[in-house]
């Protein structure tokens, strides 16, 4: 790995361009849930100023402690600690959302609260690397080539900038939105956790997307009543 970064040998053929295709694409079905727990977590900070930013930010960390993930996968991938931590974390996010959910004695849309912009911006960043242990795995199974898998990578955090904004919208207007999101997360700390433990059992790829799909079916199934909320009130 560390010998392709010192010499680099770039090819553009049609099997380079339908690898980055590949690449792309897993990026973007294995970031939905990803793109939501971001989007929960900016949903923390009041001023729709501050979310932007702490996304612009948060991402920009993300995006280079990607890249050092990328860079130093074939270590990373020897230590199981990495995968551990990443499900921990994962869970430990899961787990505070309900938590609050609970705490608030409602269903809709509790948010994790910030005191400050910079409590938001390194919880982005962490969360998006935690979410990269498995997708980076995916993507070296997939190319060879460092330079194709950053770049896969780097397409990836640009469309989950974008996607990220998306679900702060619609996380207000749909009902179990952001409940399908954290339980996915969930989901994903729970595989990173297995795959640690035993690796024979971890549920295969299709199945998760599978699961994944099927939770943001649900998600997207009821709107929330804020209309009618607001005619009445007026």
């Given at each position: 790995m560390l010998?392709q970064?010192?010499h680099?040998?770039?090819?553009?053929?049609?099997e380079?361009?339908?690898?980055?295709?590949i690449?792309v694409?897993?990026?973007a079905?294995?970031?939905?849930d990803?793109?939501?727990?971001l989007?929960?977590?900016?949903?923390?900070?009041?001023d729709e100023?501050?979310?932007?930013?702490?996304?612009?930010i948060g991402?920009?960390?993300a995006?280079?402690?990607?890249?050092l993930l990328?860079v130093t996968?074939t270590?990373v991938?020897k230590?199981?600690?990495?995968?551990l931590?990443?499900?921990?974390y994962?869970?430990?996010?899961t787990?505070?959302?309900f938590a609050?959910n609970d705490?608030d004695?409602?269903?809709?849309?509790p948010?994790l609260?910030?005191n400050?912009?910079w409590?938001a911006?390194?919880?982005i960043a962490?969360?998006?690397?935690?979410?990269s242990?498995?997708?980076?795995?995916t993507?070296?199974?997939v190319a060879?080539e460092?330079w194709l898998?950053i770049?896969?990578?780097?397409?990836?955090?640009?469309a989950l900038?974008f996607l990220?904004q998306l679900?702060i919208?619609?996380?207000?207007?749909?009902?179990?939105l952001q409940?399908?999101?954290?339980i996915t997360?969930g989901?994903?700390?729970?595989?990173l956790?297995?795959?640690?433990?035993?690796?024979?059992?971890v549920?295969?790829e299709?199945?998760?997307?599978?699961v994944?799909?099927a939770?943001?079916v649900w998600g997207f199934?009821?709107?929330?009543d804020l209309?009618?909320?607001?005619s009445?009130?007026?």
């Amino acid at each position: 790995m560390l010998d392709q970064i010192l010499h680099p040998s770039i090819d553009f053929g049609i099997e380079t361009v339908f690898i980055l295709i590949i690449l792309v694409a897993l990026e973007a079905v294995l970031s939905a849930d990803n793109a939501i727990a971001l989007a929960s977590i900016a949903q923390g900070l009041k001023d729709e100023k501050e979310q932007n930013y702490a996304l612009n930010i948060g991402l920009l960390m993300a995006y280079v402690l990607r890249v050092l993930l990328i860079v130093t996968a074939t270590w990373v991938i020897k230590y199981w600690q990495f995968s551990l931590l990443g499900g921990l974390y994962l869970l430990w996010l899961t787990f505070q959302y309900f938590a609050n959910n609970d705490e608030d004695g409602d269903n809709q849309n509790p948010k994790l609260n910030f005191n400050s912009l910079w409590q938001a911006i390194p919880m982005i960043a962490f969360t998006d690397l935690a979410f990269s242990l498995d997708s980076v795995t995916t993507a070296i199974a997939v190319a060879d080539e460092i330079w194709l898998i950053i770049a896969g990578g780097t397409i990836g955090v640009i469309a989950l900038r974008f996607l990220a904004q998306l679900f702060i919208r619609w996380i207000e207007e749909f009902t179990h939105l952001q409940d399908a999101g954290f339980i996915t997360v969930g989901l994903v700390g729970l595989r990173l956790i297995v795959k640690v433990i035993e690796p024979n059992i971890v549920p295969p790829e299709w199945l998760m997307i599978s699961v994944i799909i099927a939770m943001f079916v649900w998600g997207f199934s009821k709107k929330n009543d804020l209309e009618v909320t607001d005619s009445s009130e007026s």
